[in-house]
T-cell receptor, first 110, second 114 residues
């Protein structure tokens, strides 16, 4: 696999709405997936993870869905708040080899 | 949660000099550390993966003689940018993992080469 260095897609939502951020991963053998949030000028922060033996996992206001058939991961944020504005990355982990998706910039409008 | 400390958080250096960035896992033993580079408005780009006690594995296109990585212990990895040039200016981030959990990230280092 390769890391990507693409310009980030953006998602703009209204405060209070739900957000869905999507990610396609590359390795069908990846067994562990993570969503990170990165605020400007800071390192990524862990949000939620999921192992390949699950297809859904819920946290506080966040849900991760895994579709192994099409190698797709999504992050759902309920009742999006201004503090949720950040760049969100998915990462796949296989044999201790962690690769990031391109990331999505989420902007929350008040 | 686990803490990874990256130092310095920002550095300005003159062109041609070398800069060392440290990445420490404070409360766990990191069998593997990753070094990333991030350009503005772009994704993290993996530069290299280092396992304690062995040579780092560099990604294609990353010059190993320019970006020296040392992972001498289970809690410390260093990235040295040698003979830095303005195009090396970037945000560098390390992460560390035990191999059984997600990776924990340092706060990043903003390098500016003038």
């Amino acid at each position: 696999g390769e890391s990507v260095g693409l310009h980030l897609p953006t998602l703009s939502v209204q405060e209070g709405d739900n957000s869905i951020i999507n990610c396609a991963y590359s390795n069908s053998a990846s067994d562990y997936f993570i969503w990170y949030k990165q605020e400007s000028g800071k390192g990524p922060q862990f949000i939620i993870d999921i192992r390949s033996n699950m297809d859904k996992r819920q946290g506080q206001r966040v849900t991760v869905l895994l579709n192994k058939t099409v190698k797709h991961l999504s992050l759902q944020i309920a009742a999006t708040q201004p503090g949720d504005s950040a760049v969100y990355f998915c990462a796949e982990n296989f044999n201790n080899d962690m690769r990031f998706g391109a990331g999505t910039r989420l902007t929350v409008k008040p | 949660g686990a803490v990874v400390s990256q130092h310095p958080s920002w550095v300005i250096c003159k062109s041609g000099t070398s800069v060392k960035i440290e990445c420490r896992s404070l409360d766990f033993q990191a069998t593997t550390m990753f070094w990333y580079r991030q350009f503005p408005k772009q994704s993290l780009m993996l530069m290299a993966t280092s396992n304690e006690g062995s040579k780092a594995t560099y990604e294609q296109g990353v010059e190993k003689d320019k970006f020296l990585i040392n992972h001498a212990s289970l809690t410390l990895s260093t990235l040295t940018v040698t003979s830095a040039h303005p195009e090396d200016s970037s945000f560098y981030i390390c992460s560390a993992t035990t191999g059984f959990t997600e990776a924990f990230f340092g706060q990043g280092t903003r390098l500016t080469v003038v």
